[in-house]
C-alpha cells in the first residue's frame, strides 16, 4: 500500500503542474553537397606550395559546359594550367589552397572559368565564386590512415557545380546554373610557391595522367581513389598526393557506400 499511495501522489503531482504542448526540435533542410578529400604523402602545408581541386563540369556524357567554345568532357591536367597562355581546355572550376589563400577571407579561393572571344582568340579568365561561412565546410588538416593532418577536405554545395560563364553575348546574367550538370571530371593537383606543378593523380605523376575521374552528382556517390603512394612523385612529401575520396550527397544526408572510383 504504502508503494501505490506514492505512485498515485506522483501522478496528482504531475497533472497539477502541467508543462503544455511541447516544442518539436526545428527541422534542418537538406542540402546537397560535394565534398572532395586530397591525401598527401607528408602533411597539408600551404606555405610549401598550393593543393588545387580542377573541375571539368558536363551537362551529359558527351557536353561540357563550355560546349560553345568547342570544350569537351575529359580529365583537367596539370600542363593545361601552364603555358603562355595556359589554355585550360578540361578547366571549369578550380578550389584553390596555397600561399596565395591564406589571406582571403575563407583561407581559399573558389573559381568558375569564363571565356571570351576577340580577335579571333579565345582568352580565359578565371572568377571568385563567393561562399558565406555556412556554405562550405573547410578542413585543412584532416588525417587518413596513419598520417596526421595530411587530408585537404572541402564541402562545398553541390549546386554550385553548376556555376560557369553565361556564352551568350553580352553575357547577361553574367552566370548560369543551367543546364545543370550531371558529372564532373576531378583531378587533384599540387604546385610549388611559384605555381609549378610537383603532382597530380594517376600513376605517372606529371606524366600522362593515365587516370580518368569521373563523378556522377545527381546521386548520392562516394568513391575512394587508388593509393599512388608507391609511384614516383616530387620530393617534398608535402605535396605528393597518394590518393583522396570524393562523397556526393545528392538526395539525402546519409552518404552512400564507398566504392573505388571510375
Known amino acids: 500500500m504504502p508503494t501505490l499511495c506514492l505512485v498515485t501522489c506522483v501522478a496528482l503531482v504531475a497533472s497539477a503542474c ?5 516544442t518539436p526540435p526545428p527541422v534542418v533542410p537538406f542540402t546537397a553537397t560535394i565534398q572532395f578529400q586530397l591525401y598527401v604523402n607528408g602533411q597539408i602545408t600551404p606555405t610549401q606550395g598550393q593543393y588545387i581541386v580542377a573541375i571539368n563540369a558536363n551537362t551529359s556524357a558527351t557536353s561540357n559546359v563550355n560546349a560553345v567554345a568547342g570544350e569537351t568532357p575529359g580529365m583537367p591536367t596539370a600542363s593545361e594550367g601552364q603555358g603562355t597562355p595556359p589554355t585550360y581546355t578540361h578547366w571549369d572550376q578550380e578550389f584553390v589552397y596555397g600561399p ?8 581559399f579561393l573558389y573559381y568558375y572559368k569564363v571565356l571570351s572571344v576577340g580577335g579571333g582568340v579565345t582568352s580565359v579568365r578565371f572568377l571568385q565564386i563567393v561562399l558565406n561561412t555556412n556554405n562550405y565546410t573547410f578542413i585543412p588538416n584532416a588525417s587518413y590512415g596513419t598520417g596526421s593532418g595530411n587530408v585537404l577536405s572541402i564541402t562545398l554545395p553541390l549546386n554550385n557545380i553548376s556555376i560557369r560563364g553565361n556564352p551568350t553575348p553580352p553575357g547577361n546574367p553574367p552566370t548560369i546554373t543551367t543546364p545543370t550538370v550531371t558529372n564532373i571530371y576531378v583531378n587533384f593537383i599540387t604546385t610549388d610557391t611559384s605555381g609549378i606543378p610537383q603532382d597530380q593523380l ?4 606529371l606524366g600522362t595522367v593515365g587516370y580518368a575521374v569521373n563523378v556522377p552528382i545527381t546521386q548520392d556517390y562516394a568513391c575512394q581513389l587508388p593509393n599512388f603512394s608507391s609511384v614516383s612523385g616530387p620530393s617534398n612529401p608535402n605535396l605528393f598526393i597518394i590518393g583522396g575520396q570524393i562523397t556526393v550527397q545528392a538526395k539525402t544526408s546519409n552518404p552512400a557506400p564507398i566504392q573505388p572510383c571510375v
Open 18 to 22: 502541467g508543462r503544455g504542448p511541447v
Open 100 to 107: 596565395a589563400t591564406l589571406a582571403a577571407t575563407n583561407g
Open 202 to 205: 594517376g600513376p605517372n605523376g
